[in-house]
């Protein structure tokens, strides 16, 4: 099974609305991470925000926010008030705990989901 | 500079060619990475290295072979590669403080095999 699923290949949003980003993960760890990056067509991926398994709270930065659902193994985007600039490929990534990975710092991503923000 | 840079940003080289690819990290981190990204293929963890020693190799072929020479740098050396070889190769750096952890990404290399 895949550790991250991202079951939106394209997504579309009209300039100013808001879009939520699919993202379901796949663990048996109690302890994980969870993180959202953007790569423009540029190349670079852009760390936008982090959600610990532990953490009460849904994470948010700025217009970013997660809808963390843990009973669901879930953990979606939701970009606000969308702007032109935000058009790019979004990727949800896990880092699972120590021991069950072998490593602390074993990213896995899923395979993404291209927004395109229409003006 | 600021971040993770990555040079060359394009490489274009023959099979029988010997090359490069470098990264720096200028923000103190301890750990250093490098991914493989394919078309309609997620990212590919290939090496990590803490603290300048290597911790994982994700059974990459020999034909990549990784360097760090300290903790700002990082080298990936190529020879005899392949078409399939072709895609984004992406480096990236963190500082290690337990599960927030969090990877920071050069603007990667954009590596054509012919």
């Known amino acids: 099974a895949q550790k991250i699923t991202q079951t939106q290949p394209g997504m579309f949003v009209q300039e100013k609305e808001a879009v939520t980003l699919d993202c379901t993960y796949d663990?048996?760890?109690?302890?994980?991470?969870l993180f959202w990056y953007k790569q423009p067509s540029s190349g670079e991926m852009i760390f936008l925000i982090y959600q610990g398994s532990y953490d009460e709270q849904n994470a948010t930065e700025g217009r970013y926010s997660l809808n963390f659902q843990k009973a669901r193994k879930s953990a979606n985007l939701v970009i606000s008030a969308s702007q032109l600039g935000d058009s790019a490929m979004y990727f949800c990534?896990?880092?699972?705990?120590?021991?069950?990975?072998?490593?602390?710092?074993?990213?896995?991503f899923g395979s993404g989901t291209q927004l395109t923000v229409l003006p | 500079e600021t971040g993770v840079t990555q040079t060359p940003r394009h490489l274009v080289m023959g099979m029988t060619n010997k090359k490069s690819l470098k990264c720096e990290q200028h923000?103190?981190?301890?750990?250093m990475y490098w991914y493989k990204q394919s078309a309609k293929k997620p990212l590919e963890l290939m090496f990590v290295y803490s603290l300048e020693e290597r911790v994982e190799n994700n059974s990459v072929p020999s034909r990549f072979s990784p360097e760090c020479p300290n903790s700002s740098h990082l080298f990936l050396h190529l020879h005899t590669l392949q078409p399939e070889d072709s895609a984004l190769y992406l480096c990236?750096?963190?500082?290690?403080?337990?599960?927030?952890?969090?990877?920071?990404f050069g603007p990667g290399t954009r590596l054509t095999v012919l």
């Open positions: 663990t048996s760890d109690q302890s994980y991470g």
């Open positions: 990236a750096s963190s500082q290690y403080v337990g599960p927030r952890d969090t990877q920071y």
């Open positions: 923000l103190g981190h301890n750990a």
């Open positions: 990534a896990m880092r699972e705990s120590l021991i069950s990975s072998g490593s602390a710092r074993q990213l896995t």
